[in-house]
Nanobody, 123 residues
Framework: QVQLVQSGGGLVQAGGSLSLACTAS????????MAWFRQAPGKEREFVAA????????YYADSMRGRSTISRDNAKNMMYLRVNSLKPEDTAVYYC????????????????WGQGTQVTVSS
């Protein structure tokens, strides 16, 4: 069992940046691939980025590649997401997730979820 607690997010102006953090507790953090997803009102939850269990490999959704960075610190049981050049369409509730499927990009690949954090980008 893994518990994930998120922090960060909030209201940001378009063109700005944000950082999100996800803190894990419970079973060994470093055996899990981790990811960020987001869900906008009226839409399905969508993949944002994933990072391998060791942190050596990352994978991004096309819409996030080049302006986002996912990272993790296994010694601290933490994962991070930084997004630059924010757009109003980035407005969503962002979720962190942990799972056994390395670099999965669907919700089915993940077993544990954070509580979600709202990110609102104003134009």
């Amino acid at each position: 069992q893994v518990q994930l607690v998120q922090s960060g997010g909030g209201l940001v102006q378009a063109g700005g940046s944000l950082s999100l953090a996800c803190t894990a507790s419970g079973r060994s953090f470093d055996v899990y691939s981790m990811a960020w997803f987001r869900q906008a009102p009226g839409k399905e939850r969508e993949f944002v980025a994933a990072i391998s269990a060791t942190g050596s490999v990352t994978y991004y959704a096309d819409s996030m590649r080049g302006r986002s960075t996912i990272s993790r610190d296994n010694a601290k049981n933490m994962m991070y997401l930084r997004v630059n050049s924010l757009k109003p369409e980035d407005t969503a509730v962002y979720y962190c997730a942990a799972g056994r499927v390395e670099l999965g990009d669907t919700t089915r690949d993940y077993d544990y979820w954070g509580q979600g954090t709202q990110v609102t980008v104003s134009s």
